[in-house]
């Protein structure tokens, strides 16, 4: 069964302070991860977008890195602003047959920056 | 930048009753979305759309499901007779080939 897991459930930060969120996931056949923001009450942004090939990606103050070998992915935030409080959920995509794609979430990390 | 937009914000319904979430996927997409999530936990995938027909779904996907993309421009979930533990967040997203899905902000249902 494809299985997300991320740690830690949440976290507290001050502001301007790094962070890093780990993920592990078992999907099979793997297409691609991706890294999405989740604010309360809204729906999931996506952050970054990383295939089996790609070791990093960056989108501003977020940089993603992905360990195919060892299926581990990480979430690096620089610099937090009481904004990147929220929820970052890693996804992953497997392939379907015939085309498309489904997502395994993972529960998410939520994250609080304070002042 | 063009939205995903779901309609309603929030839905109250007795149990039993028949719902339909509406969802206004963007206009140039191809593959289509219906996901929950359960308050408190994680997001959980329902069916996905493509070509006028599902090419897949999920154990929750059971018969009281179904959707429909009824004009070229809709795609709606329908629930035909609801139960307390369908009340959740329900996420419609649509993507164009080989990008990544973006995701409506969800309609909240909630059973009585």
């Known amino acids: 069964k494809n299985q997300v897991e991320q740690s830690p459930q949440s976290l507290i930060i001050l502001e301007g302070k790094n962070c890093t969120l780990q993920?592990?996931?078992?999907?099979?056949?793997?297409?691609?991860l991706r890294w999405y923001k989740q604010d309360t009450g809204r729906g999931p942004v996506s952050l970054t977008i990383?295939?089996?090939?790609?070791n990093t990606k960056s989108n501003g103050r977020y940089t993603a890195t992905l360990d195919a070998d060892t299926k581990q992915s990480s979430l690096h935030i620089t610099a937090s602003q009481l904004s990147d409080s929220a929820s970052y959920i890693c996804?992953?995509?497997?392939?379907?047959?015939?085309?498309?794609?489904?997502?395994?979430f993972g529960t998410g990390t939520q994250l609080k920056v304070e002042l | 930048e063009p939205e995903v937009t779901q309609t309603p914000s929030h839905q109250v319904t007795q149990m039993g009753q028949e719902v339909i979430l509406r969802c206004v996927p963007i206009?140039?997409?191809?593959?289509f979305y219906w996901y929950r999530q359960i308050l408190g936990q994680k997001v959980e995938f329902l069916v996905s759309?493509?070509?006028?027909?599902?090419?897949?779904k999920s154990e929750i996907f059971d018969d009281q499901f179904s959707v429909e993309r009824p004009d070229g421009s809709n795609f709606t979930l329908k629930i035909r007779s609801t139960k307390l533990e369908d009340s959740a967040m329900y996420f419609c997203?649509?993507?164009?080939?080989?990008?990544?899905?973006?995701f409506g902000d969800g309609t909240r249902l909630s059973i009585l």
């Open positions: 759309f493509y070509n006028n027909e599902i090419s897949e």
């Open positions: 997203a649509s993507r164009p080939s080989n990008q990544p899905q973006h």
């Open positions: 996804v992953v995509s497997d392939i379907l047959t015939g085309g498309g794609n489904k997502l395994t």
């Open positions: 990383m295939t089996f090939s790609e």
């Open positions: 993920c592990n996931y078992t999907v099979s056949p793997f297409s691609n």
């Open positions: 206009s140039n997409h191809l593959y």
